[in-house]
């Protein structure tokens, strides 16, 4: 089992954009902290200096402490001085990277506290005070010099650590050397004895826990806002694409409703902003002489998958129905045949998009004038339909009878074009008769215990009849399911009328409705 965490750590890892901007944006904020801290630092000196000066005139008066000790006074606040404004004018000039930053800051760190552990040593072995600053007398000078450098040591270190916020294994390196350091010059510089190094040994590597937890819990709290506002601008990038590519497939459904006395109503749910269920109505040939009877096509192609990837497919699917009708077109002739635009589409996707792994299902309607008779009222229409592994569609009659519409072959892309079986039929539609299809998003909504909405449901409910027959199964489906939507879902009806056209409705709407 991989420890909490790990999956994270590897996506930074392997996600060099993401982990690029983690340093570059870490790297801006540890200057700016270390630049604060530095700033306190030379603040704190400034005290310091000034103290040191009032020093120097007590001892020039002989009532102060000794010049020696004064010197060293001096010396340390000059020492630390020039470090303290090195190390700023580095990191505000140089602008060093994180990795770069955190080894500035360690090593200034190191000497810093090292050096002002050896002159606080110095000062309290030549004049011992109090925390008040009066004498001490009867204490050890070396216990005395361990308690002021244990003082100046983990004073630096709690600057450093406590402002700048790192990572433990970061912090542990500053505490393990500075520690070391404390140590050493207490055992060389101060000659204590081995109980006194051991003892206040110890209390220099307790002191800055606290400080290196606190660094390291802000370090995770930047690590987790960093990644927080990380994916929220990622979603926010992904959602605007979404919206955008929303409109663009939205754009590619039918825009005119009304086809000579064929009247088209649809609606379209997404199961995302955008999915892989698809209406196609090609426009009529300009060329085509205004009294010609021009076929109306209806092609509704569900591709497998869901999302953008579906979303991609179906796309190309549009931009090869289009070049194919435009083929056809020019060629002449009363158009393609239902048979052919479904065959033509078997190719495409078994040669572009089965390589792949998407399949899709097809069912083209072919409607024209009924050789018979006129169409409009109490006449009919000739529809050649070809279904390629869809689901049903129902024809409902005037009289309230419903037949099924099933497959007539295969689903697009499975085998190839020669082993590509497949058939059209016909059937007359008169006025007051209603054809309707759907994807499997409808039939496959499932309650709370699993249960399909089924094709029994939806067969009683276009006999039933309604005014809108696309809406009436989308609401059922809605009152059916449990849960978020699993699949897209596209309901078309196909009829005859005498009524005006109707409007599409605003694009921008969550739903895509027609009629």
């Not at 700033?39 to 020039?60: K, Q």
């Not at 510089?189 to 190094?197: D, N, Q, R």
């Amino acid at each position: 089992m991989k420890p909490a965490g790990s999956g994270q750590r590897e996506r930074k890892l392997h996600d060099a954009a993401y982990w690029a901007a983690f340093e570059f944006e870490r790297a801006r904020v540890l200057r700016r902290r270390t630049s604060w801290c530095l700033i306190g630092m030379l603040a704190l000196l400034a005290v310091s200096g000034w103290g040191t000066y009032l020093e120097y005139e007590e001892a020039a008066s002989g009532k102060g402490p000794p010049i020696d000790m004064v010197i060293a006074s001096a010396l340390d606040d000059i020492v630390l001085w020039c470090m303290l404004v090195a190390t700023l004018v580095y990191v505000r000039i140089g602008a060093p990277q994180r990795q770069r930053l955190v080894r500035t800051i360690t090593i200034a760190t190191i000497a810093i506290a090292t050096a002002a552990t050896y002159f606080e040593i110095r000062r309290s072995l030549q004049w011992q005070t109090d925390w008040l600053g009066e004498p001490v007398f009867g204490k050890d000078p070396r216990v005395w010099a361990c308690r002021y450098a244990l003082f100046t040591h983990t004073l630096i270190i709690w600057m450093s650590i406590f402002i700048v916020p790192m990572r433990l294994g970061e912090s542990v390196r500053i505490w393990a050397w500075c520690t070391l350091a404390y140590v050493a010059l207490a055992g060389l510089a101060a000659e204590a004895s081995g109980l006194t190094i051991a003892a206040y040994g110890s209390l220099a590597a307790l002191t800055p826990l606290p400080a290196m937890l606190f660094s390291h819990w802000r370090y995770q709290r930047f690590d987790a806002q960093f990644r927080h506002d990380d994916l929220a601008g990622r979603f926010g990038e992904l959602s605007a694409e979404l919206e955008q590519a929303r409109r663009l497939h939205e754009g590619i459904l039918p825009k005119r409703l009304r086809h000579g006395p064929v009247q088209l109503r649809y609606v379209y749910e997404p199961m995302r902003e955008i999915g892989g269920d698809f209406l196609f109505v090609p426009e009529p040939d300009d060329d085509t002489p205004a009294n010609a009877a021009a076929p109306v096509y209806v092609v509704l192609i569900d591709v497998s998958g869901h999302g953008v990837p579906a979303a991609l497919a179906v796309n190309r699917l549009h931009g090869e129905l289009t070049r194919l009708f435009g083929v056809r077109g020019r060629a002449g002739g009363r158009g393609p045949s239902a048979r052919e635009i479904i065959r033509d589409l078997n190719d495409y996707v078994w040669l572009t998009l089965a390589r792949q792994g998407v399949f899709a299902t097809g069912l083209c309607f072919r409607i024209e004038s009924n050789p018979k008779g006129g169409a409009g009222s109490g006449g009919s229409v000739r529809v050649e339909w070809c279904n390629a592994g869809h689901p049903p569609a129902f024809l409902r009659s005037r009289t309230g009878e419903v037949h099924r519409l099933g497959a007539t072959s295969t689903m697009l892309g499975v085998v190839e074009g020669e082993q590509f079986e497949c058939e059209s039929r016909h059937i007359d539609l008169v006025a007051g008769e209603t054809i309707v299809a759907y994807t499997d998003g409808l039939h496959e909504t499932r309650d709370q215990t699993g249960q399909l909405l089924g094709l029994e449901i939806i067969e009683a409910i276009v006999k039933q009849g309604a005014a809108r027959m696309d809406e009436a199964l989308v609401q059922a489906a809605s009152r059916h399911r449990w849960g978020r939507a699993t699949d897209d879902t596209l309901v078309v009806e196909i009829g005859l009328t005498d009524e005006r056209p109707a409007q599409r409705p605003d694009a921008a709407h969550a739903r895509a409705s027609a009629g």
